[in-house]
């Protein structure tokens, strides 16, 4: 079967090809560890729906599927470095087809996370803080204050990319200390038990569930993919970071999921207060003291932050890459004198702007006895996870196919196995607590999710009819040789000796 001729490819180019693994790392940050410490931890232990006081057992196990997960998408890494990440893994991957389409879905549903929702909670959280923190009066709209992150992170990520890491990073260092020393204090002061790592404490149900829901912290380590194009070395860095990112978050995710587990006692948390948002700025005024809880309320924002400028970075590239492949229009491969794709970066004033007006006009939000803003943040940030955990799983499933062509050996089969199962875990934990109705927030967001899932096959089919040949040769790019040799050969694309190390 012939291949249809090369499409040109239009726009801009990125910057140079100097990013590093630690560049990689920072963009993989976009879990946002010490947020999702904050806010997703406390859902893993729900009464009735999550782990509970074993908590901390429910997210190591989550971690290592998640780890599966990550190990899937770096036998892609390793083999495609492009600015489009999993949409250029999938066309070179696993068939045109399935990654143009997979593109929607991802990009679509970034939107609600990073790209989009995160800007609610941004707003939220400096809300309250400035409340709590600065004064009761004259106290700025949450909405206000959501506008004005979204404005510094598109100014960061014009400037340059690795302004925005450099940020990024920054944030990060300045956030897992107090974290850290927090859960040390209470692990030192409080009344240790190994009831929270005995899964009979609860019952293996219980944890099982908390596994599922424990999927969630990690949603968004893929984002360092997105940097392939511009490293120096993507063949190693990304897998590196992609894997790293997640076997460290996870470690931090136990130790902070045990010490929360000491701080708030067994009875504290069968009644639910883990999920109180303020339940960290508690502990950090019983086992430190107030002003070391005005840091630990501080460094979720600036994680928070990070996570943002991250997915900023991951969807203005996404959006570059389609539209330097003629899948949108070439505007969106435009770029800056600073070389970066400043028109896919704008994408985020969509997703930030319209769930900013749910948040401040949808009355179907109000069901949920949470203040709009509250109900529109939680809502997105769920239909976002949907719709990437359902590309983690389409990832994972290709990736059978890739070992079967680079004859993998046995235990990787294994390994991409547990990252297919991984996901559908993920789905179940989420849908299954009844009712099965929109009065369900989860379920609410499987309908978004649905929703975003429906745009995406509309547009594929646009391009399918109306750019065949564009479909049909997606993701070249990533395919070339830009400097970087893939794991089989040499910086010349001479055949590397068969005892190289890889």
Known sequence: ?????????????????????????????????????????????????????????????????????????????????????????????????????????????????????????????????????????????????ALLFMALVLVLNYIGVRIAIGAMLTFAALSFTPMLILAFAIIVQGNNSIDIVNP????????????????????????????????????????????????????????????????????????????????????????????????????????????????????GRGYFALGRDGLLPSFFAKTSRHNTPWVGNLVILVGGGGLILLGLYSHTLDKFGLPREFAAFFVAATAGSFAVELVYLILAAAAIGLLVRTNGLWWQYLIVLVAIATPVLGFYGALNPEPHTTVNLNWLALYWALGVVVLAVVWFGLVRVMRPQQVANAAAYAAQHHS????????????????TAI
């Open 1 to 145: 079967m012939s291949e249809a001729a090369p499409v040109p490819a239009t726009g801009g180019e990125l910057g140079e090809r100097r990013l590093g693994t630690i560049h990689a790392v920072a963009q993989a940050l976009a879990i946002g560890p010490m947020f999702s410490t904050a806010i997703v931890l406390g859902f893993v232990s729900a009464p009735g729906t999550g782990a509970g006081f074993n908590t901390a057992i429910a997210v190591l196990a989550a971690g290592l599927g998640v780890l599966a997960i990550a190990y899937a998408i770096s036998l892609f890494a390793r083999q495609y470095q492009g600015a489009g990440a999993v949409y250029e893994y999938l066309v070179r991957g696993a068939h045109p087809a399935v990654g143009v389409l997979t593109a929607g879905v991802f990009f679509m549903g970034t939107l609600f996370l990073g790209g989009g929702g995160i800007y609610l909670g941004l707003g939220i959280l400096t809300h309250d803080f400035w409340v709590a923190h600065i004064s009761t009066s004259s106290v700025p709209a949450w909405w206000l204050l």
């Open 200 to 315: 009979g404490t609860t019952s293996v149900h219980t944890v099982f569930n908390g596994v599922m829901l424990g999927i969630l912290l990690f949603v968004g380590f893929e984002a360092a993919a997105s940097l392939g194009e511009e490293s120096h070395d993507p063949a190693r860095s990304i897998p590196r970071a992609l894997i790293g990112t997640v076997a460290a978050s996870a470690a931090f995710y136990c130790v902070m999921a045990y010490a929360i587990s000491v701080g708030l006692g067994k009875a504290a948390i069968d009644q639910g207060a883990w999920l109180d948002p303020t339940a960290l700025d508690g502990l950090a005024h019983k086992y430190v003291a107030s002003w070391f809880a005005t840091i630990i309320d501080l460094v979720v924002i600036l994680d928070a932050t990070a996570l943002a400028l991250a997915i900023c970075v991951t969807i």
């Open 484 to 499: 970087v040799p893939p794991l089989d050969e040499n910086l010349d694309f001479s055949p590397a000796p068969p005892d």
